[in-house]
C-alpha cells in the first residue's frame, strides 16, 4: 500500500464549478498537509499549508485535513480556465526530512 | 523569499554519455535541498536530498549521484546514462513551514 494515495484524474469541469480535490495516507504520524500547483512543463508551487486537522482557506481554496479518517481535501470554489493544472498533494511529519507526495490530479477548467 | 535556479530547461543526451544538472537557491542559508524525479503521468520520486555541504543520502539506487560542494549548490550527475533515466528533475529547498519551493525543472531525454 502507497504511503499517500490520490487519484490521478482527469478530473474535467466547466468554469465556476466547485472542484473537490482528495488524498488518503496511511501514515498516522504526518502532522504537516501541503497542496502544490503545477502546471504543464514546470515546477510545482506551493499552494496551501495546514497543521494538524481543520480547515484553512485562502480565496477560492479551501484546504481540510481530517487527520481521523487520514483524508485531505482541497476544494476550489468558482474554478477558472487558469486554475487547469495538475495538483499534488504532500505531507510529512514533525521533523521529518522527507515530504511524501502524491501521484496528482490534472485538472482541466473548461471556459 | 527563496529561488531556485535550475538549468538547463531541456537536455538531449545520448545513452552511455555523462550528466550534470545543476541548482543554486537564493534567498536563504543552509537550505536542506532535494533532488526529484517525475515520469509522465506519476507522482515525485525523491533521488537524494541534502542537509548541508557534503551531506547527501540516496533514497534509490540507481545510475545517479548527488553532490553539494557549496551551501546553495546542489549538483545531480551519472556517468553514464541509461534510457531509463529519462524524466522531469526538480531541485526543491525546504522553506521554514516545511513547504518546498521548486525549481523550474529539467527535462531529460536519453536517445
Known amino acids: 500500500q502507497k504511503e499517500v494515495e490520490q487519484d490521478p484524474g482527469p478530473l474535467s469541469v466547466p468554469e465556476g464549478a466547485i472542484v473537490s480535490l482528495n488524498c488518503t495516507y496511511s501514515n498516522s504520524a504526518f502532522q504537516y498537509f501541503m497542496w502544490y500547483r503545477q502546471y504543464s512543463r514546470k515546477g510545482p508551487e506551493l499552494l496551501m499549508y495546514t497543521y494538524s486537522s481543520g480547515n484553512k482557506e485562502d480565496g477560492r481554496f479551501t484546504a481540510q485535513v481530517d487527520k481521523s479518517s487520514k483524508y485531505i481535501s482541497l476544494f476550489i470554489r468558482d474554478s477558472q480556465p487558469s486554475d487547469s493544472a495538475t495538483y499534488l498533494c504532500a505531507m510529512i511529519n514533525t521533523g521529518g526530512f522527507k515530504t511524501i507526495f502524491g501521484a496528482g490530479t490534472r485538472l482541466f477548467v473548461k471556459a | 523569499s527563496q529561488t531556485i535556479h535550475q538549468w538547463p530547461a531541456t537536455l538531449v543526451q545520448p545513452v552511455g554519455s555523462p550528466l550534470s544538472l545543476e541548482c543554486t537557491v537564493e534567498?536563504?542559508?543552509?537550505?536542506?535541498l532535494y533532488w526529484y524525479r517525475q515520469a509522465a503521468g506519476r507522482g515525485l520520486q525523491l533521488l537524494f536530498y541534502s542537509v548541508g555541504i557534503g551531506q547527501i543520502s540516496s533514497e534509490v539506487p540507481q545510475n545517479l549521484s548527488a553532490s553539494r560542494p557549496q551551501d546553495r549548490q546542489f549538483i545531480l550527475s551519472s556517468k553514464k546514462l541509461l534510457l531509463s533515466d529519462s524524466g522531469f528533475y526538480l531541485c526543491?529547498?525546504?522553506?521554514?513551514?516545511?513547504?518546498?519551493?521548486f525549481g523550474s525543472g529539467t527535462r531529460l531525454t536519453v536517445v
Open positions: 526543491a529547498s525546504a522553506g521554514g513551514n516545511y513547504g518546498y519551493t
Open positions: 534567498g536563504t542559508s543552509n537550505p536542506n
